[in-house]
C-alpha cells in the first residue's frame, strides 16, 4: 500500500500532491525570493525562482510569476481512505445573502449537482453538492444573511454498496 | 521670492484607495495639501496613511457627510475619482453650494448624460450613432417594441450599471419572463425598474473616447482605449490606442465623440463609450462623466497628465483650460488585479495580504491601492492595484505587462494573477481577434487554475524539506527560535517572517 502525499484543493478542484521532484537545492534569498537549482544528468542546470508563503493549511505560491493558492487537506493515512468525504464547500467563505435555495430535504442528489445560490460582493454564486448524497437537513432559509462559518446544509454521503 | 498671496488649496478626494492616491499625488507635485476620508472598516486602506489630513466619514456613499467632512477642514476642491458620488449630481452640486471646487464636469451634464435613456435621446438628436432601441412602458406593448428593435435583444436597466439588470433576450416568447426579473434586479440595486430594449451586437468590440472639454462648449479628444477584455461588463485589460479599427472608424468615433462633448458643454474629463461591430458600423453606449479607472494607458500614449489638467481647470475655471494633445506615442495596456478567483466565477478571495512586492523596470507604472499586511475584506471593491505598461508596440507591450506581472508578488490571498499572465501569452489575445464576450465564451475554458505536475513537484520537494512539518503542526512560538540552522530548511524562516505582527 502505497502512503499518499494528501491532496490540496486549488480553485475548489481536489489535487494530489505530487511526489517530491528530486535533486533541488534551494537558496534563500533577500527580498524573499527562493532560488531553486538543479543540476540534471546532462550537465543542464535547472533553476527556477519562487516566492511561498504559508500559514496552518493556507499557501501561497509564485512560480515563474503564477501565483497559486491552496490549501493543505489533512493527509490520508495508509489504511484511513474510508474516512467521512469533505464537507467544507457546504460552509460560507464569506459574508452574503441566501438567495434561493435548489432541493428540498430527504432529496438525494448527485455530484456536482447545485444546492443553492448566494449572493455576495454583488455577484451570484453556486454552491454545489461535493459527493453524491441525500439532504439531511437544511440550516438556512432564503434571504437569509451569511457570515463566514455559517454551515448551509447537512449532506449526508451516500455509502457505496460493493457487491 | 515676493509672490502673489494667494489661499491656500486643499483637496479632499471623497473616495478611497487607489484612485484616491492617483489624485494626492498630483497634489503633492501641484502643492496641494491633501485630504483624505475614511469609512468604517477602511481604516487600513493605503490612501488613509496618503493624505495629510483624515477625517471619517459614516459612508462613502453620503454626499451630506462627505460634504460636511471637507466643510470641516475648510477643503477649496473636491475631487471623485471614479464610482461611489462620481456621478451623482447631487453631490456635485451640493459640493459648490457650499463653495467649493468640484474637480469634475457640472452637475446638471451629469443629469443630461447619466441616465441612458436621455443620453440616447441626445446622441441622436445631434447625428451620433446608436442602437435601434426602444423604452419599455409600464403594462405596454412589449412585444411590438421588441419587434421594432430586432432579436437578439438586451433589455437593461435605465439606471444601470455593472451588467445588472440586463437579460439577454433571443426571442419573442421570452421577453416576459427575461423583463420582469430584470425589471426585479433594477429595483432591488438602483431604486428604479424602468427598462428600455437595445439591439444586441455580436462579437462586439469595446472602444472608448477619452474627451476633455473646457465647460463653454470647447473640447478635445485624447485619442481611444479599447477595453474589449471584459467579464460580467467588467473590463480587466484595456488599452491605448486601440490597435485594429480601421482609419474611418476612428475618425468617425473621434468627431462623434467631440460633438457630443460641445453639444452639452462638458468640462472636465470624460469618456464616452461605443461598440464597434465586425461591419465596421460604431454605436454610442453611454458617457462616463468621470475620471475612468483605465486613464493611465491614455496618459501613457499621450503623456498628457489628466488629474494635473482637471486640477488646474477646476482651480481656474473661467480660462479655457484645454490641455495640448501630442501625437499619441507607441501602445499602453493596464491590467486590473482583483483578490478573486478566476476559476471559481470570480468568487471574492479575502485575506490578508503577507507578502507585497510590486514590479520594478523600464516603463511600468503601479497604481497600487494595497499596503503588505493589510486585511481585504468583502465591503468594499476587491481591486487590489492596476499593472501599466508602456512600449513602442503593442506585441512587445503585452511581452512588458508579462514581465512586470511574473515580477509581482502578492501572497497570503487569492488574486487574478495566473489568470492575467495566461492572457498575455494567449494567441487570440495577442492577435487581437477578440470580442466582449471572448473571456467568458472562449478564454473560461482554456484557463487552466492548477498549476502544472512539475512545479506542484518542486513545491512538494521544499515542502519535504520542512514546510509541511514546521508549518502545520508546530505551534508558531517553537518555530522563531531555532529557524535557519539547516540550509536546507527556509521554510520556518520564512514561516517565522509571515507571523511578525
Known amino acids: 500500500m502505497s502512503q499518499s502525499n494528501g491532496t490540496l484543493k486549488i480553485s475548489g478542484q481536489r489535487v494530489t500532491i505530487p511526489e517530491p521532484s528530486q535533486g533541488w537545492e534551494i537558496e534563500c534569498r533577500p527580498g524573499g525570493w527562493l532560488i531553486a537549482i538543479r543540476k540534471n544528468a546532462d550537465g543542464t542546470t535547472e533553476r527556477r525562482r519562487l516566492a511561498v508563503w504559508s500559514k496552518r493549511q493556507s499557501v501561497g505560491l509564485i512560480l515563474g510569476g503564477r501565483l497559486s493558492s491552496f490549501e493543505v487537506q489533512k493527509t490520508a493515512r495508509a489504511g484511513m481512505a474510508s474516512g467521512a468525504p469533505d464537507d467544507s464547500d457546504l460552509v460560507a467563505q464569506f459574508p452574503g445573502k441566501v438567495?434561493?435555495?435548489?432541493?428540498?430535504?430527504?432529496?438525494?442528489?448527485?455530484?456536482?449537482?447545485?444546492?443553492?445560490?448566494?449572493?455576495?460582493?454583488?455577484?451570484?454564486?453556486?454552491?454545489?453538492?461535493?459527493?453524491?448524497?441525500?439532504?439531511?437537513?437544511?440550516?438556512?432559509?432564503?434571504?437569509?444573511?451569511?457570515?463566514?462559518?455559517?454551515?448551509?446544509?447537512?449532506?449526508?454521503?451516500?455509502?457505496?454498496?460493493?457487491? | 521670492m515676493a509672490e502673489m498671496k494667494s489661499k491656500k488649496e486643499k483637496l479632499l478626494v471623497a473616495n478611497r484607495s487607489e484612485i484616491?492616491?492617483?489624485?494626492?499625488?498630483?497634489?503633492?507635485?501641484?502643492?496641494?495639501?491633501?485630504?483624505?476620508?475614511?469609512?468604517?472598516?477602511?481604516?487600513?486602506?493605503?490612501?488613509?496613511?496618503?493624505?495629510?489630513?483624515?477625517?471619517?466619514?459614516?459612508?462613502?456613499?453620503d454626499p451630506a457627510a462627505i460634504v460636511a467632512a471637507a466643510r470641516s477642514v475648510g477643503a477649496t476642491l473636491v475631487h471623485p475619482g471614479y464610482g461611489f458620488l462620481s456621478e451623482r449630481s447631487v453631490f456635485a452640486n451640493a459640493v459648490e453650494a457650499a463653495g467649493m471646487a468640484f474637480v469634475g464636469p457640472r452637475g446638471e451634464t451629469m443629469d443630461l448624460l447619466g441616465g441612458k435613456i436621455a443620453a440616447k435621446e441626445l446622441a441622436e438628436r445631434?447625428?451620433?450613432?446608436?442602437?435601434?432601441?426602444?423604452?419599455?412602458?409600464?403594462?405596454?406593448?412589449?412585444?411590438?417594441?421588441?419587434?421594432?428593435?430586432?432579436?437578439?435583444?438586451?433589455?437593461?436597466?435605465?439606471?444601470?450599471?455593472?451588467?445588472?439588470?440586463?437579460?439577454?433576450?433571443?426571442?419573442?416568447?421570452?421577453?416576459?419572463?427575461?423583463?420582469?426579473?430584470?425589471?426585479?434586479?433594477?429595483?432591488?440595486?438602483?431604486?428604479?425598474?424602468?427598462?428600455?430594449?437595445?439591439?444586441?451586437?455580436?462579437?462586439?468590440?469595446?472602444?472608448?473616447v477619452q474627451v476633455f472639454g473646457d465647460g463653454m462648449?470647447?473640447?478635445?479628444?485624447?485619442?481611444e482605449r479599447e477595453c474589449t477584455l471584459q467579464r460580467r461588463h467588467q473590463k480587466i485589460w484595456e488599452e491605448a490606442r486601440a490597435e485594429y479599427l480601421s482609419d474611418a472608424v476612428r475618425n468617425g468615433l473621434h468627431a462623434a465623440a467631440l460633438k457630443l462633448v460641445c453639444e452639452v458643454k462638458y468640462r472636465s474629463a470624460g469618456t464616452i463609450e461605443f461598440l464597434v461591430d465586425d461591419q465596421g458600423g460604431f454605436y454610442f453606449l453611454e458617457m462616463n462623466t468621470r475620471l475612468q479607472v483605465e486613464h493611465p494607458v491614455t496618459e501613457c500614449v499621450?503623456?498628457?497628465?489628466?488629474?494635473?489638467?482637471?486640477?488646474?481647470?477646476?482651480?481656474?475655471?473661467?480660462?479655457?483650460?484645454?490641455?495640448?494633445?501630442?501625437?499619441?506615442?507607441?501602445?499602453?495596456?493596464?491590467?486590473?488585479?482583483?483578490?478573486?478567483?478566476?476559476?471559481?466565477?470570480?468568487?471574492?478571495?479575502?485575506?490578508?495580504?503577507?507578502?507585497?512586492?510590486w514590479p520594478t523596470g523600464a516603463w511600468i507604472r503601479v497604481e497600487s491601492g494595497i499596503e503588505e499586511g493589510?486585511?481585504?475584506?468583502?465591503?468594499?471593491?476587491?481591486?487590489?492595484?492596476?499593472?501599466?505598461?508602456?512600449?513602442?508596440?503593442?506585441?512587445?507591450?503585452?511581452?512588458?505587462?508579462?514581465?512586470?506581472?511574473?515580477?509581482?508578488?502578492i501572497l497570503g490571498l487569492g488574486t487574478n494573477q495566473?489568470?492575467?499572465?495566461?492572457?498575455?501569452?494567449?494567441?487570440?489575445?495577442?492577435?487581437?481577434?477578440?470580442?466582449?464576450?471572448?473571456?467568458?465564451?472562449?478564454?473560461?475554458?482554456?484557463?487552466?487554475?492548477?498549476p502544472s505536475d512539475a512545479d506542484l513537484a518542486l513545491w512538494s520537494a521544499l515542502r519535504k524539506q520542512g514546510l509541511g512539518a514546521a508549518l502545520d503542526q508546530a505551534p508558531a512560538s517553537s518555530r522563531v527560535g531555532g529557524a535557519v540552522s539547516s540550509q536546507a530548511s527556509p521554510w520556518q524562516q520564512i514561516g517565522a517572517e509571515g507571523l511578525k505582527p
Not at chain 1, 113 to 120: G, S
Not at chain 2, 422 to 444: I, M, Q, R
Open chain 1, 99 to 163: 438567495r434561493k435555495l435548489l432541493v428540498k430535504a430527504g432529496e438525494e442528489v448527485p455530484a456536482g449537482q447545485p444546492l443553492l445560490q448566494v449572493e455576495a460582493m454583488k455577484m451570484e454564486f453556486t454552491i454545489r453538492a461535493p459527493f453524491a448524497g441525500k439532504i439531511a437537513k437544511w440550516h438556512v432559509t432564503e434571504g437569509q444573511q451569511l457570515m463566514p462559518g455559517i454551515r448551509f446544509l447537512d449532506l449526508e454521503a451516500k455509502t457505496e454498496k460493493e457487491s
Open chain 2, 20 to 61: 484616491a492616491c492617483r489624485v494626492f499625488q498630483a497634489c503633492r507635485e501641484l502643492g496641494i495639501s491633501t485630504v483624505a476620508v475614511v469609512a468604517p472598516g477602511d481604516e487600513q486602506a493605503r490612501h488613509v496613511t496618503y493624505a495629510d489630513e483624515v477625517v471619517e466619514v459614516s459612508s462613502y456613499l
Open chain 2, 126 to 208: 445631434i447625428g451620433v450613432p446608436t442602437l435601434p432601441w426602444a423604452k419599455v412602458q409600464l403594462g405596454g406593448d412589449l412585444k411590438a417594441a421588441a419587434l421594432k428593435v430586432g432579436f437578439p435583444l438586451l433589455l437593461k436597466a435605465a439606471a444601470g450599471g455593472g451588467g445588472k439588470g440586463m437579460r439577454r433576450v433571443d426571442r419573442a416568447e421570452d421577453l416576459d419572463s427575461a423583463a420582469e426579473s430584470a425589471a426585479a434586479e433594477a429595483l432591488a440595486a438602483f431604486g428604479d425598474g424602468t427598462l428600455f430594449l437595445e439591439r444586441l451586437v455580436d462579437h462586439p468590440r469595446h472602444i472608448e
Open chain 2, 217 to 223: 462648449g470647447g473640447g478635445v479628444h485624447l485619442f
Open chain 2, 302 to 357: 499621450t503623456g498628457v497628465d489628466l488629474v494635473h489638467t482637471q486640477i488646474r481647470q477646476a482651480l481656474n475655471p473661467k480660462k479655457a483650460a484645454l490641455p495640448e494633445v501630442p501625437a499619441a506615442r507607441g501602445h499602453s495596456i493596464e491590467v486590473r488585479i482583483y483578490a478573486e478567483d478566476p476559476a471559481q466565477g470570480f468568487l471574492p478571495t479575502p485575506g490578508t495580504v503577507e507578502r507585497l512586492r
Open chain 2, 374 to 409: 493589510q486585511t481585504i475584506g468583502t465591503s468594499f471593491d476587491s481591486m487590489l492595484g492596476k499593472l501599466v505598461v508602456w512600449a513602442e508596440n503593442r506585441e512587445l507591450a503585452i511581452e512588458r505587462l508579462r514581465v512586470a506581472l511574473e515580477e509581482t508578488v
Open chain 2, 418 to 450: 495566473a489568470y492575467l499572465l495566461a492572457l498575455c501569452s494567449d494567441p487570440d489575445v495577442k492577435a487581437g481577434k477578440v470580442h466582449t464576450h471572448w473571456l467568458e465564451k472562449t478564454f473560461a475554458s482554456r484557463y487552466q487554475a492548477v
